[in-house]
């Protein structure tokens, strides 16, 4: 096939949306959302029905022992390393019809495009589903991505429960997707993820594709501020040991941090917790979750220096005593050069407007570019709203979104 040919190749706007309604119909909930909870009876029956469209497409399907699912179309030259799009079919609980659902179906219709076209790449092309993505039936999300990329091992993966105990093992033998293909990464030219957005930005500016270059890093923390505690009625205000004095001074600086560092900077305060809680005496202690997040690991060390700093220094000024103590740390993830560089080449080829942006919510493609060169592409969503039975997308949006993975494929299978 010509050049000009694939350059003009466009994937079939109308058959995706129906599919994406398809598949909607699968634990359809009153309010207009999607309830199809990892490995359950409705999960077997939209795998069941990925399964086949994908068959019908031409393509060899395989399952992996955590039930991640690869539909393979034989490249030209099938022992080089494929090209790879996934995402999850799993939802919330009160979740949408496209968070995840998309990039899987998007997948699925750039190997129905081509096999329509009678056009072969030259490495082969896969879509995966990830299992339990989502993490509300089981803890913790990306759990079946996370096993194939090396994040944790397969006994910790089959050995997850839900909350009546039953186990990842267990229900994927229960609904007949226990495979036996080896849950380890294997060589990738490429992987990518279309997804919506889940944020406003996209729509607020008028844009259709974001080009997504890498993942916020994420430090959560606990701070505690020590005081002592009296009565609130004879102790003078000159001589306490107030820890919300200390805190009233914190805060500010904080959000001055997150200025700073704009604008991808983030600093949420989501809990206090105060001791002992009596309204009219001076606490003793007070702890604070505190969640910074930046899309450049550099930067996000130097907001984590000076959030101590901080800390330390208007502690001492009103004689607390501080500790900051760290709960959780996920580094930020800058995309594959080539990967991203693919999408943009994709983008500007089809002309449409766009963004280079970082994601703000965590995707299978995290655990991805640890072993395989990867990017994501993100399309924008009615109000930003995700994770929300209301979640909605445009048809074209979504259409865009999967012309660019299909031109952002060809260009890394060689084609
Ligand atoms: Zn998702």
């Known amino acids: 096939m010509a050049d000009t040919d694939i350059r003009t190749l466009r994937i079939n706007g109308e058959r995706l949306w129906s599919r994406l309604m398809d598949m909607a119909r699968i634990g359809a909930t009153e309010r207009g959302g999607c309830n199809r909870q990892a490995l359950t009876d409705l999960d077997k029956i939209g795998r069941d029905l990925f399964v086949r469209w994908c068959r019908e497409a031409g393509c060899t399907v395989s399952v992996d022992q955590m039930g991640n699912i690869f539909a393979r179309r034989a490249g030209l030259d099938d022992e080089l390393p494929p090209v790879l799009s996934g995402s999850h079919l799993d939802t919330q609980p009160t979740g949408g019809r496209f968070d995840g659902v998309y990039g899987v179906l998007a997948g699925l219709e750039v190997i129905q495009t081509l096999a329509d076209a009678g056009i072969r790449t030259r490495a082969p092309l896969e879509v995966a ?90 430090r959560w923390y606990d701070l505690t501020l020590g005081g002592q505690p009296v009565h609130a009625g004879p102790t003078p205000m000159s001589v306490r040991r107030d820890p919300f004095m200390g805190l009233a001074a914190i805060l500010p600086r904080l959000y001055r941090l997150a200025e700073e560092h704009g604008p991808w900077a983030r600093v949420t305060f989501g809990d206090i917790r105060v001791d002992p809680g009596s309204r009219n005496t001076v606490p003793e202690r007070l702890v604070l979750a505190v969640d ?76 991805l570019a640890r072993v395989a060169p990867t990017s994501m592409i993100f399309v924008p969503c009615e109000g930003g709203i995700s994770h929300n039975e209301t979640e909605n997308a445009a048809p074209a949006d979504l259409e865009a979104g999967a012309n660019v993975l299909l031109h952002a494929m060809l260009r890394m299978a060689h084609s």
């Open 292 to 367: 910074l997040r930046h899309p450049e690991q550099a930067v996000l060390d130097r907001m984590d220096a000076a959030f101590r700093a901080i800390v330390a220094e208007e502690a001492g000024r009103c004689r607390l005593e501080a500790e900051v103590r760290e709960e959780w740390h996920s580094p930020a993830v800058a995309f594959d050069a080539d990967c991203v560089a693919a999408v943009q080449g994709a983008v500007e080829s089809l002309g449409y407007s766009h963004l280079r942006m970082c994601s703000g919510a965590g995707h299978d493609s995290v655990y």
């Open 129 to 218: 589903v990830w299992t339990n993505e989502e993490g509300a039936r089981f803890s913790p999300a990306m759990i079946g991505s996370g096993v194939w990329a090396g994040a944790f091992d397969l006994a910790y993966g089959h050995g997850r429960t839900d909350k009546q105990g039953a186990s990842i093992a267990a229900e994927l033998a229960r609904i007949g997707y226990l495979g036996e293909r080896p849950a380890r990464a294997s060589p990738l030219a490429a992987a990518f993820e279309v997804h919506i957005e889940q944020g406003p930005i996209l729509e607020s500016e008028g844009l259709q594709l974001g080009v997504v270059t890498g993942v916020q890093g994420i």
